[in-house]
């Protein structure tokens, strides 16, 4: 099809082009019809422009130009004009101008929308993933997509400038517990083989540094078959990195100076660095989270030294069994805590496993409401204790102490946001550091890695991590912001006989090794460097950016809630040919 080339597209135009003749090739996306005038704004990738086809245009086009609906694609040629200065736009950046119209020719037609297009479409989320494409041409999902591609070439140049190589790893691999289930790939020339699609390219990343390629990096596909949330897809991307003879501080160092390049490329942010830095068990204790959000404070306390002589057998019992009371100080709440509100917070807690939510409010330098009553003897040390002032509420939750912990800094989170204590133009970096290398199983009796199989030990614990597992901290790493963990990553083990300890401490017998693992062990065998590695969610980081609620919507074509796509109906049925083809049977 011949048609008139776009000159200019219609973000570009300004008072500079005014009595130049261009030609633009975009979509209608308004046409208001006034009677002798019709005003068109089109749209491309760029930008909008207002079109005017009035007494000014040649014959004809008028009438043409009044058939033209919304999402019709057009080629059109005109003369930039400035704008009366009565009639000037400055929300618009093209506002100063109008393009007064020579000629048009459609391209095509589009019929009714199922939705309008707009900056912030409210339509069904389905509906707009169904019609995606259609979505795609809102400013908003445009303007995402534009600051995704940013943060993707500020990471790659910063990396290459730091000395890094970009090398891709396998799609097709071996199937490898890695903590989610695998998504399988049967194979047609292998029957009753499969491949998995990778769930991060950890074992080759590491495989490098052992072929002597000390600084990689890959914007790496990665799928694990788990149930969708707001921060998480069947299929997500990950910068991937991994390096040679570095410590954790290397690590810190390398992401600080990602992060702060691409914060000040993208937003014009500059972030301070080095970040804070906060223990695992610290950040559990305070906050009830390994990913606290820190734009706020209201840290948790310990309520145990208040509870011994009140008389609340409720929490006095759970003391007595080991357990823990947790306050949580809540400022200036006493207005919106309702009962409503209270029972809202509870509920909350009772999601994450807190049997309920014990309650007081501060009023005149008293406890008041709630279990107070209890309290009254010791208020005056409790009040200090919490530094609890006049107006605040104090929730409690007695529990185990990790439940009451994580309970509690649920409702913590949820109170923040409702008072709006997050600022939501803030970005709070932390590093939460020493985590413990193992977690007991308690059904089955045994020791589990907390993370993976290859994280090293820390220095102090490597004569003893076998023989008492229960203290022992590994050499990992996780960088949080707002409430979301960003990056996760460990110094890596690179001696045979530490991984065969590790091995042997969380059951995982020397055949089964070999099966799963047998590829990296063997290559472990030849001089591996010392190496580790961090891999930061680029769907979560743009997320981060651009403030949204779900990766969802920085994602060019997601999968919703169920992992389906109903923009192309997958996952689908395949014809009983491929099945024979792959030598497999469906059973359901």
């Not at 199989?453 to 004569?463: E, G, N, V």
Request: charged share 25%.
């Amino acid at each position: 099809m011949n048609f008139p080339q776009r000159t200019h597209t219609c973000g570009d135009l300004n008072l500079v082009h005014a009595e130049t003749t261009v030609t633009l090739n975009a979509w209608v996306h308004r046409a208001r019809n006034q009677g002798g005038v019709v005003f068109l704004t089109l749209r491309d990738r760029y930008g909008f422009v207002q079109v005017v086809v009035d007494e000014r245009s040649p014959a004809g086009l008028l009438e043409r130009a009044a058939e033209l609906k919304n999402e019709w694609c057009v080629a059109l040629t005109g003369q930039v004009k400035p704008r009366p200065e009565a009639m000037r736009n400055a929300k618009m950046a093209t506002g100063d101008i109008e393009v007064v119209a020579h000629d048009v020719v459609i391209l095509s037609q589009a019929p009714v929308l199922p939705f309008p297009i707009e900056d912030e479409n409210k339509a069904n989320e389905n509906l707009r993933l169904e019609y995606r494409y259609l979505d795609l041409r809102s400013p908003g999902m445009r303007d995402r997509l534009v600051l995704r591609d940013k943060v993707t070439w500020t990471a790659r140049q910063y990396l290459h400038s730091q000395g890094f190589l970009e090398i891709e790893t396998p799609t097709f691999i071996k199937s490898t517990p890695e903590g989610a289930r695998d998504f399988l790939v049967p194979s047609r020339t292998n029957p009753g083989k499969f491949y998995a699609l990778p769930q991060s390219p950890q074992l080759y990343k590491q495989l490098l540094m052992v072929g002597g390629l000390d600084k990689y990096f890959q914007i790496a596909r990665c799928y694990r078959d788990e149930d969708a949330r707001g921060d998480r897809q069947p299929e997500f991307t990950q910068i991937d990195v991994e390096m040679s003879f570095c410590t954790a501080e290397d690590i810190y160092r390398l992401m600080e100076g990602m992060m702060r390049e691409i914060f000040r490329e993208t937003l014009g942010y500059d972030l301070a660095v080095p970040f804070a830095r906060l223990p695992y068990d610290t950040a559990i204790d305070l906050y009830g989270s390994d990913k606290p959000d820190l734009r706020f404070g209201m840290p948790m306390q310990d309520f145990s030294p208040y509870v011994a002589g009140s008389g609340f057998q409720a929490f006095e019992s759970v003391l007595s069994a080991g357990g823990a009371v947790k306050a949580l100080v809540v400022p200036q709440a006493g207005e919106i805590a309702s009962r409503k509100k209270i029972t809202e917070w509870e509920e909350t807690a009772k999601t994450y496993g807190a049997k309920g939510l014990a309650w007081m409010k501060v009023a005149s330098g008293t406890l008041e409401g709630g279990v107070a009553k209890f309290f009254q003897a010791d208020q005056a040390k409790i009040l200090s204790g919490l530094s609890a002032q006049d107006g605040d509420v104090i929730l409690l939750v007695a529990d185990r102490y990790k439940t009451a912990c994580t309970a509690l800094g649920a409702v913590r989170l949820k109170a923040g946001r409702e008072l709006g204590l997050a600022d939501p133009n803030a970005f709070a970096f932390a590093w939460i550091v020493d985590f413990p290398l193992f977690e007991f199983n308690e059904e089955e009796a045994r020791w589990e890695p907390a993370h993976h199989m290859f994280t090293m030990p820390q220095a102090q614990y490597l004569a003893t991590f076998d023989t008492d597992p229960g203290p022992v901290k590994g050499d990992l790493y996780d960088l949080v912001c707002n409430g979301l963990e960003l990056a996760s990553g460990s110094i890596r083990i690179h001696d045979p006989a530490i991984q065969q300890r590790l091995f042997n401490t969380v059951g995982f017998p020397p055949e089964e090794a070999q099966k799963r693992f047998g590829f990296l062990l063997k290559a472990f065998q030849y001089g591996p460097p010392p190496h580790g590695g961090i891999a930061p969610g680029l769907d979560r980081l743009v997320m981060i950016l651009t403030q949204q609620e779900t990766i969802r919507e920085v994602i060019a074509f997601p999968k919703n809630t169920t992992g389906a796509s109903p923009m192309d109906n997958s996952p689908s049925e395949v014809d009983l040919l491929q099945l024979k083809d792959l030598h497999l049977k469906v059973d359901l």
